[in-house]
């Protein structure tokens, strides 16, 4: 079962709103977006990326890419609710960050 709340909130906290053009976590956005919920969903948003920090690429054999969707497997697992897009937003802050 999807979960719109944090789907939609995971995409506002990477790109912002109105987007952007680069991935960058913006809890100011969150909170503009979601008023009085920005609370419970940064912290659902701060468990999902404690997830995604259990990862450690071996930079021996991983790109920023094949890095991120190690993420993305990793992250689906733990949350089941998350779609596509929410995931496509997480790993884009990641292989960014990472190619950097």
């Known amino acids: 079962m999807s979960d719109e709340p944090l789907n939609r909130a995971v995409e506002v906290f990477m790109w912002g709103s ?6 960058s976590p913006d809890s100011s956005a969150v909170r503009a977006e979601f008023g009085s919920a920005a609370d419970d969903l940064l912290d659902r948003i701060a468990a999902v990326l404690a997830v995604a920090d259990e990862v450690v690429p071996d930079w021996q054999v991983n790109d920023a890419f094949s890095a991120a969707a190690k993420v993305r497997v ?6 089941p ?8 937003a997480l790993c884009a802050l990641y292989s960014y960050t990472w190619s950097k």
Not at 81 to 88: F, I, V, Y
């Open 81 to 88: 609710g998350m779609d596509a897009p929410a995931l496509d």
């Open 18 to 23: 109105p987007r952007r053009s680069w991935p």
């Open 74 to 79: 990793h992250v689906q697992a733990r949350f």
